[in-house]
């Protein structure tokens, strides 16, 4: 079967963002593959296993997302399919018809596979809009997997500790989240061949996808510094008496 | 060297995106299964041999080394990650022990058969046999020209007699790569031979006490009429000295790679330390005089760092830098001297006890100026080549 996986290229969650130009961000940091796709690409790597096959990771980007796909082949795939664009920001619906057109270019899916959301922007719109224009069914959340016989059963996780359990005929779109597998760093060897892997790179304008525009970046900002926190001391009447008091006196909150 | 270079990173391409995933793989390796142990490890004097395996699996034994022999072939940086990472485990002895593949096999790889390869490279990059060098013995270490351990040639075996002594991974080897005596009583009459553990007439001291790598279970050896098949034999007979000394130079990167680390992770644990410890109402860093001393020691790892690294991308360009990494060796050796006696000074005696990861670097230190070649070896070498 061909699996492809869906992979963000996205600023590593631990660096520092500058915002730069009104709406764009200093692109110098570090790119890493988007940690839920780590999930996908896992899930996918044994289903390819044991069905037989290939993964194919699909990645819109710039072209220094070249990384982030070589970074996903190491962990697993077979090959890969870079879509470029000069975009910063592309919205889930572009995302979504483009990641449409490539797959369906390139061969169809028998099961798609992507992490459930985007570290940097976290719309949590992809796995959507690309299930519906492909006009296949969509789980997100996904923490339970298996796959028979054109059925797949998904758990989700509903909150509350509780998990849904849900049946879908494949091809489907699966959205990974945390503890779907265990993500286990990719031996050095694989990380030495992924650079020898197939990467078929695309121009997004090629692709003629005419997306509605429906969404507009305005604005980044920077999250404002968070104010010092206050420790209210003496008993619990003591404390509750002061916020109370602090609520309306300081932040006005209460009448 | 990097393939991808990063445009805006182009000044800085001893790394590039491969050696990112590898460090990484590397971390997640040391933080999960070592770092949460390494303190019981090291007061019980070992680690386990499951290590081993855990490490061939993830390939990071064979780095640098063939693929057809299971290994991952890869420029000079790779292993230099690998070393770099093994050392956040803040045990130089782990380290030592696991990297006693390093200094065990390139001759067999260099200079063996295609059987010996099978034998005595393969499984030990797969991390199911340990592998040691037997080079220094109880008459003499850096005098390699003299050793004693004889090799008599009896039709298809040698008989081997004799001991050698501080050999890392000694207790647990399985197979040592070592320098006897088959030959004249000079350089020309030296061969290496593989002797494996199982020999009978083969035994090992318990793991000797040490000042530092408590980790590593270094040991002498006693070869009592050891018989060792000649197709154990590496290379050509008496050739054995030229193949030791071949072996030096990625020895002693290593062990700048280790300098360099064990200053620079003493050096981060003294900037925490001094903003967190308070004296006379503020933090140590509120001081001048350790704001200064830090400001020092960064700059000295720094630099240390910088040369080693220049060195090996030479050494990679196929330059000859027997003179430079010797120089690289003892500088990296003489910077993490200080940057560890400073680090325990900034400590106090909270870095005089085993709590602290200080203590044990100081300690760990002081082996690399004598292994691989003492200081005092390394300027004889500098030297003869100015």
Same mark, same amino acid.
């Given at each position: 079967?061909?699996?492809?996986?869906?992979?963000?290229?996205?600023? /590593?969650?631990?660096?520092?963002i500058k915002v730069v130009g009104g709406s764009g961000f200093d692109e110098s940091v570090k790119f890493i593959v988007n940690p839920y796709d780590e999930y996908a690409i896992g899930e996918a790597s044994q289903?390819?296993?044991?069905?037989?096959?290939?993964?194919v990771i699909v990645t819109l980007g710039k072209a220094s997302a070249m990384t982030t796909v070589r970074a996903a082949l190491a962990i697993g795939g077979d090959r890969g399919i870079l879509i470029k664009t000069d975009k910063q920001f592309v919205e889930s619906d572009e995302t979504a018809l483009i990641l449409k057109k490539a797959i369906e270019d390139d061969g169809g899916a028998d099961m798609i596979f992507a992490g459930k959301q985007a570290a940097d922007s976290e719309g949590m719109q992809t796995c959507y809009r690309l299930a519906a224009n492909l006009g296949m069914p969509v789980a997100t959340e996904v923490v339970g997997f298996s796959y028979a016989g054109g059925k797949v059963v998904v758990e989700r996780e509903i909150g509350g500790g509780e998990r849904e359990v849900i049946e879908m005929t494949a091809p489907c779109v699966v959205g990974a989240t945390k503890g779907l597998n265990e993500v286990r760093y990719p031996k050095l060897p /694989?990380?030495?061949?992924?650079?020898?892997?197939?990467?078929n790179e695309i121009d997004a304008g090629s692709l003629k996808v005419d997306a509605a525009g429906l969404v507009e970046l305005v604005a980044l900002e920077?999250?404002?510094?968070?104010?010092n926190a206050k420790m209210l001391e003496g008993s619990v009447t003591e404390a509750v008496d002061t916020l109370v008091k602090l609520l309306r006196d300081e932040a006005k909150v209460l009448e | 060297m990097a393939d991808q270079k990063d445009s805006k990173n182009d000044f800085q391409h001893y790394f590039g995106k491969e050696h990112d995933l590898v460090r990484k793989s590397v971390r997640e390796l040391v933080q999960k299964e070592i770092l949460p142990n390494i303190d019981e490890w090291e007061e019980k004097a070992t680690f386990p041999k499951k290590l081993y395996k855990m490490a061939g699996e993830l390939g990071l034994l064979g780095v640098g080394y063939p693929e057809e022999l299971g290994g991952t072939p890869g420029d000079i940086f790779l292993k230099i990650v690998v070393g770099e990472e093994l050392m956040r485990s803040t045990s130089g002895g782990l380290v030592a022990g696991l990297g006693s593949i390093d200094i065990a096999i390139p001759p067999i790889i260099r200079k063996g058969t295609e059987e010996q390869k099978e034998r005595f490279v393969r499984p030990v990059i797969a991390g199911d046999r340990i592998a040691a060098l037997g080079i220094t013995e109880p008459g003499g270490g850096s005098d390699v020209a003299n050793l004693k351990t004889t090799a008599v040639k009896k039709g298809d075996h040698y008989l081997v007699n004799g001991s050698k002594t501080f050999i890392t991974s000694g207790v647990r080897a399985d197979q040592i790569t070592c320098a006897v005596r088959t030959g004249s009583e000079n350089a020309h009459g030296i061969s290496l031979l593989v002797i494996e553990s199982g020999t009978p007439g083969y035994s090992t001291s318990p793991p000797m006490k040490k000042?530092?790598?408590?980790?590593?279970?270094?040991?002498?050896?006693?070869? /009592?009429?050891l018989k060792v098949p000649v197709s154990n034999l590496i290379g050509e007979e008496n050739q054995g000295f030229y193949y030791i000394m071949e072996n030096f130079q990625s020895e002693r990167l290593q062990l700048c790679i280790m300098a360099n680390m064990t200053a620079r992770i003493a050096l981060e644990q003294a900037m925490k330390y001094a903003t967190e410890r308070e004296a006379f109402g503020k933090p140590l860093s509120g001081f001048q005089v350790t704001r200064h001393k830090l400001a020092e020691m960064a700059t000295q790892v720094e630099v240390s760092q910088e040369f080693t690294?220049?060195?090996a991308a030479k050494m990679n360009a196929g330059i000859n830098q027997i003179k430079e990494i010797s120089m690289a060796k003892n500088f990296a050796c003489q910077v993490s001297d200080r940057v560890t006696f400073d680090a325990v000074q900034i400590f106090g005696g909270a870095g005089y006890v085993r709590e602290s990861v200080v203590e044990r670097l100081y300690r760990d230190n002081r082996i690399l100026s004598i292994g691989g070649g003492t200081t005092e070896i390394m300027k004889e070498i500098?030297?003869?080549?100015?």
């Open positions: 079967m061909r699996v492809y996986v869906c992979v963000k290229h996205v600023p /590593d969650t631990a660096a520092n289903l390819v296993k044991k069905e037989g096959g290939e993964v /694989d990380i030495m061949k992924a650079k020898k892997k197939p990467v920077q999250v404002p510094e968070r104010s | 000042t530092g790598w408590w980790a590593s279970d270094t040991a002498e050896l006693y070869f /009592d009429n690294y220049r060195v500098i030297s003869k080549l100015m």
